[in-house]
């Protein structure tokens, strides 16, 4: 019998609940596209009416006057990774939240404050860096994250094929590049059920490798091929 999973509705937003330095003091006219808004009182005093959906997903927690005394990076390269974070662990309407937030995955309470992300993260070393949880198990937090490549993350997935060879740990795309053979011919070792051992010891045959289909192989000496004489449509060797 299949399990049901159940995934259990925000709480309500109501009056006097608290987002970051947002407070909910009273009921907005909903937006021309019919989302409903709040009327909010920043920590400074200032007010504002703020969409609800925002309000969930976090990505509004203060007016604009403190978010520039706070950080001042709202359109730097950190900003865009860290929204796009919260949305995927805490907004359901967001498409990657059954693979976040569905899962469990979460983001500490410290780091909903950008300011307090940035200093833990440091500067994005550059626009192909983003967010990297090393225990993808666990949710977002400084002991857990840090910048990487799409490369570098590639080999950190879930579904990676791990193997141990003089008690060293790596993944298939790993070993591939330590000991020259093929990701392919690694995995469909794996799937053969072979010994980690035997996978990353045995050479590949290259003369039957698919990577050489197609190609000219050199390492199989071909017959001397003797031209057929004049007036012979074959060559000798065709009439043996």
Same mark, same amino acid.
């Given at each position: 019998m299949?399990i049901l999973?159940?995934?259990?509705p925000?709480?309500?937003?109501?009056?006097? $609940?608290?987002?970051g330095?947002?407070?909910?003091?009273?009921t907005?006219?909903?937006?021309?596209?019919?989302?409903?808004r709040?009327?909010c009182r920043?920590?400074?005093?200032?007010?504002?009416?703020?969409?609800?959906?925002?309000?969930?997903?976090?990505?509004?927690?203060?007016?604009?006057?403190?978010?520039?005394?706070? $950080?001042?990076?709202?359109?730097?390269?950190?900003?865009?990774?860290?929204?796009?974070?919260?949305?995927r662990?805490?907004?359901?309407?967001?498409?990657?939240?059954?693979?976040?937030?569905?899962?469990?995955?979460?983001?500490?309470?410290?780091?909903?404050?950008?300011?307090?992300f940035?200093?833990?993260?440091?500067?994005r070393?550059?626009?192909?860096?983003?967010?990297?949880?090393a225990?993808y198990?666990?949710?977002?937090f400084?002991?857990?994250?840090?910048?990487a490549?799409?490369?570098?993350?590639?080999?950190?997935?879930?579904?990676?094929v791990?193997?141990?060879?003089?008690?060293?740990?790596?993944c298939?795309?790993?070993?591939a590049?330590?000991?020259?053979?093929?990701?392919?011919?690694i995995?469909?070792r794996?799937?053969?059920?072979?010994?980690d051992?035997?996978?990353l010891t045995?050479?590949?045959?290259?003369?039957?490798? $698919?990577?050489t289909?197609?190609?000219?192989?050199?390492?199989?000496?071909?017959?001397?091929r003797?031209?057929?004489?004049?007036?012979l449509l074959?060559?000798?060797d065709?009439y043996?």
């Amino acid at each position: 019998m299949p399990i049901l999973e159940f995934t259990l509705p925000p709480l309500p937003v109501q009056v006097g $609940h608290v987002y970051g330095r947002w407070t909910i003091i009273a009921t907005a006219p909903s937006s021309s596209a019919g989302n409903p808004r709040w009327m909010c009182r920043c920590e400074c005093g200032r007010e504002k009416s703020v969409q609800q959906s925002t309000l969930r997903a976090k990505t509004s927690t203060q007016c604009v006057s403190c978010g520039k005394k706070t $950080h001042g990076l709202r359109f730097s390269p950190e900003h865009k990774p860290w929204v796009s974070m919260l949305q995927r662990c805490e907004n359901p309407n967001h498409v990657a939240y059954p693979d976040y937030g569905g899962r469990g995955i979460t983001v500490c309470e410290r780091w909903h404050d950008f300011a307090a992300f940035y200093e833990d993260m440091g500067p994005r070393p550059s626009m192909k860096h983003s967010i990297e949880r090393a225990d993808y198990s666990l949710g977002y937090f400084k002991e857990n994250c840090r910048w990487a490549t799409d490369l570098e993350q590639g080999r950190n997935k879930r579904n990676n094929v791990l193997l141990t060879l003089n008690g060293i740990t790596k993944c298939a795309s790993e070993w591939a590049e330590v000991t020259g053979l093929t990701y392919g011919g690694i995995v469909s070792r794996k799937k053969l059920g072979w010994s980690d051992e035997r996978i990353l010891t045995t050479p590949i045959d290259l003369r039957f490798s $698919h990577s050489t289909a197609g190609k000219k192989r050199t390492s199989v000496a071909e017959p001397e091929r003797r031209p057929a004489p004049r007036g012979l449509l074959f060559s000798p060797d065709d009439y043996e």
